[in-house]
């Protein structure tokens, strides 16, 4: 079945600084979507992407799919420390569409 | 405001006790699922359901059981089979396609003592 791989796994980066994180895929995707997860709460979707190549931002947040539709991208402008959380990106399941799998997450924390 | 509810947020039951996590949706969305996630790992997939009265196992399902009998209700109930059922476990729904992205609760934590 697909698998998806984050990296880096984890960052600590300083308050202002821009992130760079991305998702591979062991299989080609027709979307890609990035969640943010806080502590305790459930994930909360930023991006949705459904076509090779395009990029979107969502404010500071900005993803691209990549050309290949193996990859995708996540970047975030000028870090605030309410950015600190799990960056999880997904793509098509397993089960004809209808879900979703889910990389392991880039855990991110932002030093004043 | 739409949106999906779980309850309760944090829920404390005896190893060998069944335990029902409740999940409803007013978004009017088709599709709903139930993923659990352990510390430092991403989500995995237990069951889902496309339509009311019907629901398919996803990748973990054994130890589990839902019922799909109303569109705004998915309760997953996790047995005293399942033999590691301490987690935090999310409820998730959809529209059917196109368009399938998913949008969470707010997860409910089990710990089993």
């Known amino acids: 079945g697909q698998q998806l791989n984050q990296s880096p796994q984890s960052m600590f980066i300083q308050e202002g600084e821009d992130v760079s994180m991305n998702c591979t895929s062991s299989?080609?995707?027709?979307?890609w979507l990035w969640y943010k997860q806080d502590p305790g709460e459930g994930p909360v979707l930023l991006i949705a992407?459904?076509?090779?190549?395009e990029l979107t931002s969502n404010g500071r947040l900005t993803a691209q799919f990549g050309i290949t539709r193996k990859d995708s991208f996540l970047n975030i402008s000028a870090s605030i420390p309410s950015d600190v959380g799990i960056y999880f990106c997904a793509g098509p399941g397993n089960y004809y569409g209808q879900n979703f799998v889910f990389g392991p997450g880039t855990r991110l924390s932002v030093l004043p | 405001d739409g949106g999906i509810t779980q309850s309760p947020k944090y829920l404390f039951r005896k190893e060998g006790q069944n335990v029902t996590l409740s999940c409803e949706q007013n978004?009017?969305?088709?599709?709903m699922y139930w993923y659990r996630q352990d510390p430092g790992q991403g989500l995995r997939l237990i069951y889902y359901?496309?339509?009311?009265?019907?629901?398919q196992k996803g990748d973990i399902a054994e130890g589990y059981s839902v019922s799909r009998e109303k569109k705004e209700s998915f309760p997953l109930t996790v047995t005293s089979a399942q033999k590691n059922p301490t987690a935090f476990y999310l409820c998730?729904?959809?529209?059917?396609?196109?368009?399938?992205?998913?949008?969470f609760g707010p997860g409910t934590r089990l710990t089993v003592l």
């Open positions: 998730a729904s959809s529209i059917t396609p196109p368009g399938n992205e998913q949008f």
């Open positions: 359901s496309q339509i009311v009265n019907d629901f």
């Open positions: 992407l459904y076509k090779a190549g």
């Open positions: 299989s080609i995707f027709n979307t």
């Open positions: 978004l009017n969305h088709d599709a």
